[in-house]
């Protein structure tokens, strides 16, 4: 039996001739999306990534079984029938829409395209994790805004520009928290933002809001000419795992990202999926009705379980717990799970003593529901 030398194992510990990543890759926390799979119980209601328990349109499900002899061919490069059926819906000039894997392709594409290093790019304190991991890549410096009660503040983001802010995310509605910004807010945040600063609103849960002073962006994306709006099809339509989403903003805007994208980033599935999913208009409204019932329900059971609940306008509630007899969030998510309910922790997000729960079926609602009060007995 062979064994290595002393000066082959210096040399094979030796990393210092290896491949290195550039300078902040390895800062970047990898994502760490919602758990899958529960302790125990007997059934798992999978609450954890904001998923939509009506599943997907029938319509989008069909044009998906009639591909299935074509999978050998490339789909269309541009998306085509998608920003056509997209424009056609909102109102929107397609060729100022763009389609990704995912609309967290799209704010990489945008960070890519226009941060470097040097550049500072700023989100909110609670905002979506995917902002800084897409600034870290494209070599620039994340800077965060406090919050005011858990929700984006605009007057804390204006205070932290500078000469060097190219970039500033907005997630609205929030993930995880599920707070929002009135639209004269978003407003007033454009205003007062150099114009050589881009404002990315993404508003993928933006259907499930129904509030007289909320607007997803997309008068400010036709209107201006730093203003990009993103959505997805992971949410109320329930295409997330094909991995779809849209961006709309100016057409100079759209063109850069155009150029850095690849070239089929859109799979022919998600294409045609989504052309009869954002067509489906009767199916959304289900979604819409089905959250707009059980949104207020679970929000109320759980206050009167003697929980606070951050008020949601997206298909998700922020529970936070109360530090007292050990009733702490990460004790309350193994409970749920060891009974098949997965929820979010939330600590990575800096709410270390929160759970996010995604609406789900009246079933999974009322289990959760039920699982939290005896835990609380305890």
């Not at 991991?133 to 983001?157: Q, S, Y």
């Not at 809001?209 to 997309?218: A, F, K, P, Q």
């Not at 922790?345 to 009322?366: C, D, F, H, Q, T």
Request: charged residues 20%; negative net charge.
């Amino acid at each position: 039996m062979s064994t290595m030398t002393d000066a082959a194992m210096e040399t094979e510990n030796d990393f210092s001739n290896r491949p290195k990543p550039r300078p902040g890759v390895l800062d970047i926390a990898p994502y760490v999306p919602g758990k899958s799979k529960a302790t125990g119980g007997k059934k798992l209601y999978k609450l954890s990534s904001n998923e939509t328990p009506l599943g997907a349109s029938k319509k989008a499900q069909d044009a998906i079984a009639r591909l299935a002899g074509t999978l050998e061919f490339y789909p269309d490069g541009a998306a085509t029938d998608l920003r056509e059926a997209i424009g056609d819906v909102y109102g929107l000039n397609p060729d100022r829409i763009i389609c990704g894997a995912g609309s967290d392709e799209i704010l990489s594409l945008i960070a890519y395209a226009y941060l470097g290093p040097g550049d500072e790019a700023i989100y909110s304190r609670h905002g979506f994790l995917v902002y800084e991991i897409a600034i870290r890549a494209a070599g620039a410096t994340p800077v965060v805004a406090p919050e005011k009660d858990l929700t984006t503040d605009v007057d804390a983001i204006l205070a932290k520009v500078t000469d060097k802010t190219k970039m500033v995310f907005i997630a609205n509605p929030n993930n995880p928290t599920g707070t929002y910004l009135p639209f004269s807010e978003v407003r007033r945040l454009h205003e007062n933002l150099p114009p050589n600063v881009i404002l990315v609103l993404d508003a993928a849960y933006s259907e499930y809001v129904r509030r007289n002073d909320y607007e997803s962006g997309m008068e400010l994306a036709a209107t201006t000419e730093n203003v990009i709006m993103t959505r997805t099809f992971s949410k109320i339509y329930g295409l997330a795992n094909l991995r779809l989403g849209w961006g709309f903003g100016p057409a100079h805007v759209i063109d850069a990202l155009n150029r850095i994208r690849g070239p089929f980033n859109v799979s022919g599935l998600a294409i045609a999926a989504g052309v009869e999913a954002v067509r489906d208009r009767a199916f959304v409204e289900k979604a819409v009705d089905h959250n707009e019932q059980w949104l207020p329900w679970v929000t109320e059971e759980l206050e009167k379980l003697g929980l606070t609940v951050t008020p949601s306008v997206g298909n998700f509630i922020l529970i936070h717990f109360p530090e007292v007899d050990g009733k702490t969030a990460t004790d309350a998510d193994a409970f749920l799970s060891s009974r098949g309910c997965v929820l979010r922790l939330v600590g990575n997000y800096g709410l270390p003593n929160a759970l996010r729960m995604s609406i789900g079926s009246e079933e999974a609602n009322k289990a959760v529901v039920a699982n939290l009060a005896e835990f609380l007995k305890q």
